[in-house]
């Protein structure tokens, strides 16, 4: 398990904007529909773009179960990882 980043934002109700760990080096960097998960190990959804400079790229995940608006912001500022 790799570390991913951080939760900076939660759009709408499925949809989590991630800023990636600087320690990352290019080769560690995950792949579109990488699983992602939650501190506690349950996958929580998949990587679905990354965007921004390429030595600390901003990643979205899609959240697996359409919740509330209150789940996804459950994940503000929470750590999350990948498979």
Known sequence: MKRLGTVLQALGNDVLIVR?????SKSEKPRINSSVMD????????VTNYFGP???PYYTV???RRGNTIE???YLNERLYVQ
């Open 20 to 24: 990636g760990d600087e320690q990352a």
């Open 39 to 46: 501190k506690t190990v349950k996958r929580i959804g998949k």
């Open 54 to 56: 390429v030595a600390n």
């Open 62 to 64: 899609k959240l697996d």
């Open 72 to 74: 996804a912001r459950h």
